[in-house]
């Protein structure tokens, strides 16, 4: 993915071949940044609930806007 201005609350994948973990997952974004974003994972296989990862933009593509977040992740708790 190009760089773009990303926000709090878009949802991204993660190229497979990326990373053997993460890769292929959806990540919603909770800080973007100048290289790319951090954000969060639903683990539902490992049974671990949400994991944070930092992923550069050449290594996500953009999917879409996630309706419901992580309230600790949202300033306004939506």
């Known amino acids: 993915m190009k760089k773009c201005e990303l926000k709090i609350g878009d ?22 940044k100048s290289w790319g974003a951090q954000g969060y994972v639903v683990m539902l296989d490992k049974d671990k609930g949400l994991a944070y990862y930092r992923c550069k933009f050449e290594h996500m593509e953009y999917v879409g806007k996630a309706i419901w977040i992580n309230k600790s992740d949202s300033e306004s708790g939506e």
Request: charged share 10%; aromatic share 10%; glycine share 10%.
């Open 11 to 32: 949802v991204v994948q993660i190229a497979p071949s990326h990373d053997p973990l993460f890769g292929g997952h959806f990540m919603v974004v909770t800080e973007p």
